[in-house]
């Protein structure tokens, strides 16, 4: 067996591939060339993977530092139960290579940075944003413009998913040009605490697999300049034109931006940073050392309601983010508020939301009821 031509094996394998007119042999041999990287291997990383996996791609980078839960098999097939404690990377590469040992699969045991991100799409055709937070589209948008490669871009959220193709140096947009801004911090939830129906994230990292496809094999038209739009409730795809910004800071006419920034610092994150070491926060230990000597004091969790149906702490009380602003006067100024989140995002933009509002001594827990689980106790369920 050549580079230039397909083993027995995988004309066996690829068969239905071959049997297409407008694919056959050349287009399968281009899959085989081919080098993509896929960023995240969750609910959009595991079909994106999976299939491109069993399509034949020749080589696939995986980049994912995130352990197997159990709440991610709703929706994350490249792992089962039995995986769960586990390194995602561990059981998305058994499972790739189950699915096709043709292909080669490399992992990365690692966050996608600013430090690495360069480095690690250099040796790539191709990438794929499987993320589902902002710092991350926004790098490996930057770094796709920076190295004139592809993004295939999804995101899922609840009901509803979108998919495009952001590639300035194809002649389309790029990331920024739709969103120039990052939404505030703990504005818009992620899927952890707003949820997703767990087919969604198929419908989407399938259509992001056949981008990719169509990209690697030069067939078809890809989602340039287009969004693709979809709604699992109505069942309804819709599709919005998308422009190129002249005025775009990393793809624009005149570009600020030729080298990779904070992109932490970007979405808002370092701010909150600094307001920890404002000492804005406080530890799942500090809050179960005042529950023990019963403090006065408020406990404030800022959750969605669905999320206190499977976790919640018996004594406190409730009002959900996006409802602090209208009814903060409900709580009291007169002794310390604690506030409980998932994961402590939205709990620390729920404390400076209330210091801006008049009660000094509002503080988030870090970590949320997720470190109140893995710290203090047990019993309580994570998601």
């Not at 042999?25 to 079909?47: D, N």
């Not at 948008?141 to 899922?156: A, F, M, R, T, W």
Request: hydrophobic share 40%; net charge negative; proline share 8%.
């Amino acid at each position: 067996m050549t580079p230039n031509n397909l083993s027995p094996s995988e004309f066996q394998r690829y068969t239905r591939h071959l049997s297409i007119p407008d694919f056959g042999k050349e287009g399968q041999l281009k899959l085989k060339a081919a080098s993509v990287l896929c960023i995240g291997a969750g609910g959009l990383g595991s079909p994106i993977a999976m299939y491109l996996a069993a399509a034949g791609v020749g080589r696939l980078g995986i980049v994912d530092a995130d352990v197997v839960d159990a709440s991610n098999l709703q929706r994350q097939l490249l792992h089962g139960t039995s995986d769960i404690g586990k390194k995602k990377i561990v059981s998305a590469k058994a499972r790739l290579t189950d699915i096709n040992p043709e292909v080669e699969v490399v992992v990365y045991d690692q966050l996608f940075k600013s430090d690495i991100a360069m480095e690690l799409a250099k040796p790539y055709d191709l990438v794929i944003d499987g993320t589902d937070n902002f710092p991350t589209r926004y790098l490996s948008n930057d770094v796709c413009v920076l190295l004139q490669k592809p993004n295939v871009y999804g995101s899922i959220f609840r009901f509803e998913g979108q998919s495009s193709v952001f590639a300035p140096h194809l002649g389309g947009p790029c990331y920024r040009c739709m969103f120039p801004t990052p939404p505030a911090p703990g504005l818009v939830p992620s899927c952890a605490e707003g949820g997703v129906l767990g087919v969604l994230p198929g419908i989407i990292g399938m259509v992001q697999s056949i981008e990719t496809i169509k990209l690697l094999t030069g067939i078809g038209e890809p989602l340039l300049g287009r969004l693709l739009h979809f709604d699992a409730l109505s069942m309804k795809f819709r599709e919005f034109k998308l422009k190129r910004d002249p005025q775009c800071p990393v793809c624009g006419d005149q570009p600020s931006i030729k080298e990779l920034i904070d992109y932490e610092e970007f979405c808002g994150l370092p701010a909150t940073k600094q307001a920890a070491e404002d000492s804005i926060e406080i530890t799942v230990h500090e809050l179960n050392a005042h529950l023990t000597a019963r403090a006065d004091f408020t406990l404030l969790d800022v959750r969605e309601p669905f999320e206190l149906e499977i976790a919640a702490l018996p004594s406190a009380a409730h009002v959900p983010l996006r409802e602090l602003p209208t009814r903060h006067g409900e709580i009291s100024k007169s002794a310390p508020i604690y506030i409980l989140c998932h994961s402590g995002v939205r709990s620390l933009h729920a404390a400076q939301l209330l210091r801006e509002l008049g009660y000094p001594q509002a503080f988030s827990i870090a970590g949320g009821i997720t470190a109140w689980s893995d710290e203090i106790d047990p019993s309580v369920p994570q998601y």
